[in-house]
T-cell receptor, first 114, second 111 residues
Framework: DTGVSQNPRHKITKRGQNVTFRCDPI?????LYWYRQTLGQGPEFLTY????????KSRLLSDRFSAERPKGSFSTLEIQRTEQGDSAMYLC????????????FGSGTRLTVV | AQSVTQLGSHVSVSEGALVLLRCNYS??????LFWYVQYPNQGLQLLLK??????LVKGINGFEAEFKKSETSFHLTKPSAHMSDAAEYFC?????????FGKGTRLHILP
């Protein structure tokens, strides 16, 4: 058990570019969550998966955002046509059962849009 | 919808003093409640969680929290602060299959 792994740790991109982040959950965990955290705020829920099925998406997840978990293992979060407002820490978490019992978080990917 | 309110975005205590971070939840049904800690540029680490088994919950690093239904509170305490406790602390509540976080309280430890 190596924990939840997120790559890259940091990403600097120019406005208008596309970026993709990867999350590898704990291997036996079937639920995977994405959150966004801006400076001075708590994590805000974006979306989650049970195995490969995306079960819920927040209204924060605009059309420029897409998340996948194709084989029920790792997940990717893509942001198209990045905007400066997308600058944030993107956190991934996983859980064995319902997330209501608590998650294990990765270290996050910090995105800076310049 | 579930929510939590953390009182005080910044709290400063002297090293060795009592730490008290306040959290109130909004729900008529006791949910699962959590405290997470976040160190700079890191993800969140679970300190403790309340799952209705006991109202006083002990966590890691000497922290504990008491669930008080009558006050809808779940305050986090530690008897004696250490410099290494300086971090951001988040109270959180379960909702359906996920967790909703408060805005956080940054704890400063004064030497």
């Amino acid at each position: 058990d190596t924990g939840v792994s997120q790559n890259p740790r940091h990403k600097i991109t120019k406005r208008g570019q596309n970026v993709t982040f990867r999350c590898d959950p704990i291997s036996e965990h079937n639920r995977l969550y994405w959150y966004r955290q801006t400076l001075g705020q708590g994590p805000e829920f974006l979306t989650y998966f049970q195995n490969e099925a995306q079960l819920e998406k927040s209204r924060l997840l605009s059309d420029r955002f897409s998340a996948e978990r194709p084989k029920g293992s790792f997940s990717t979060l893509e942001i198209q046509r990045t905007e400066q407002g997308d600058s944030a820490m993107y956190l991934c978490a996983s859980s064995l059962q319902t997330g209501a019992y608590g998650y294990t978080f990765g270290s996050g990917t910090r995105l800076t849009v310049v | 919808a579930q929510s939590v309110t953390q009182l005080g975005s910044h709290v400063s205590v002297s090293e060795g003093a009592l730490v008290l971070l306040r959290c109130n939840y909004s729900s008529s049904v006791p949910p699962y409640l959590f405290w997470y800690v976040q160190y700079p540029n890191q993800g969140l680490q679970l300190l403790l969680k309340y799952t209705s088994a006991a109202t006083l919950v002990k966590g890691i690093n000497g922290f504990e929290a008491e669930f008080k239904k009558s006050e809808t509170s779940f305050h986090l305490t530690k008897p004696s602060a250490h410099m290494s406790d300086a971090a951001e602390y988040f109270c959180a509540v379960s909702q359906d299959d996920k967790i909703i976080f408060g805005k956080g309280t940054r704890l400063h430890i004064l030497p």
